[in-house]
């Protein structure tokens, strides 16, 4: 098998990966990257194939299980890199704090910073979407949730934004130490404190009905996904949706027209323009056939959910934007932004509601939204696990 170094791709790769997709899912639905040192991860590109690995038991999300190191294992146990029963019992502590109705009940709070938001960003008539409101907005929201001080979110970006999309390992390894520590101190600080109510809090507290309770190590693991997870997804949601309405007028015009089709729109934004473009880290247990291509066991597995959301074998007319979709017959078909299986997003709900109102407000609020013509070309997010840009410049 030929080895694919997308670094042959260049730049272009990284603004427009998808006729590069098309192009490898025409010749088979995995294939083997080249790696800094000679062969690096198998890449799923096929919808059916990706689906059916990301809930395969042969593949496994711990490296540990098959010998190699995990990078973020600083962290200790977190639902991102275990297996069932392990991750079963660490999700069930945690998945009753992000059921749909539980996210329902933060809507006002999400509605008042969103327009505190748009209140200090609209007066100056042109801004950065990202710095004004899809970053701020669900950093706000999770901290808040988290009990985490919001006078350090701007640190805590600066190391999310190299975990998720690092421009060097060891910026990478320094960001995750660093975040490690600060959230060592935070728990210590909430354990030896005053009785609160945010999550931290309640998780410290909380024991499941046979009296199961979350570790130090667990209770780090839970903290860092949330923190990562809880807001990476949400910022970039956000902005790709605003970039995929403003490339498609005739749609803007009808979603500013009936809001009903917003929903409809963030789904679209997700199959078209997700906020993840391949799922983290999989291990083959043994060999793993996909086609005519076995893996063999030990290897790391990456699942092109971008590609595979673009696959015309399961969506027709792939490459176009419609907002209409998942109402349409015979187009609506799952797409896999959050993922499939025991690892679906936990987080889903609360992104899905973030972006809701967040564009709604600015929509209502901006009747002239458009690129700002003078901000030159965007500046693409690099690697291979999140899809946007690290600023969206506007003008209303």
């Known amino acids: 098998m030929t080895l694919i170094d997308l670094a042959d791709y260049g730049p272009d790769f990284i603004a427009n990966p998808f006729p590069y997709y098309a192009k490898l899912r025409e010749t088979g639905p995995v294939h083997q990257l080249k790696g800094p040192d000679g062969k690096g991860a198998w890449l799923v590109v096929g919808y059916e194939e990706g689906r059916g690995a990301l809930t395969d038991p042969r593949l496994t999300k711990s490296s540990a299980a098959v010998g190699k190191e995990q990078m973020d294992a600083m962290f200790g146990p977190h639902v991102l890199a275990l297996d069932p029963p392990d991750h079963t019992r660490l999700r069930k502590l945690v998945a009753p704090e992000f059921t749909a109705r539980r996210v329902e009940h933060l809507r006002p709070r999400i509605q008042r910073i969103t327009d505190e938001l748009l209140d200090a960003m609209l007066p100056a008539g042109r801004g950065d979407l990202v710095d004004g409101l899809a970053f701020p907005l669900p950093i706000i929201v999770i901290c808040e949730l988290l009990g985490v001080p919001l006078a350090d979110r701007d640190v805590f970006r600066s190391w999310s934004n190299e975990i998720v999309a690092p421009t060097s390992p060891a910026r990478a390894h320094e960001s995750l130490a660093a975040l490690c ?33 979350l570790s130090l190590d667990e209770l780090r693991g839970w903290a860092y996904v949330l923190l990562i997870a809880g807001h990476e997804t949400s910022v970039n949601l956000i902005s790709n949706a605003v970039r995929s309405l403003l490339a498609h007028p005739v749609q803007l015009a009808e979603v500013r027209a009936d809001f009903g089709l917003l929903d409809g729109a963030i789904e679209e934004t997700l199959r078209y323009e997700g906020p993840v473009e391949t799922s983290t880290m999989r291990f083959t247990r043994e060999p793993v056939p996909f086609g005519d291509t076995v893996i063999p066991a030990g290897e790391m597995v990456l699942v092109g959910l971008a590609s595979a959301d673009r696959d015309p074998a399961r969506f027709p007319d792939p490459d176009t934007f419609d907002i209409r979709r998942s109402t349409t017959p015979g187009r609506s078909q799952s797409h896999l932004a959050f993922g499939h299986g025991v690892h679906f997003c936990l987080g889903a709900p609360l992104a899905r509601l973030e972006a809701r109102i967040a564009l709604r407000s600015l929509l209502e609020r901006c009747p002239d939204l458009a690129l700002d013509p003078d901000a030159g070309p965007y500046e693409w997010l690099p690697g291979l696990l999140i899809r946007g840009v690290r600023r969206l410049p506007l003008r209303w």
């Open 181 to 213: 520590a600060y959230l060592d101190e935070l728990i210590e600080a909430k354990r030896s404190g005053e009785s609160a109510d945010d999550l931290l809090s309640t998780l410290l507290r909380a024991r499941a009905e046979d009296g199961d309770r």
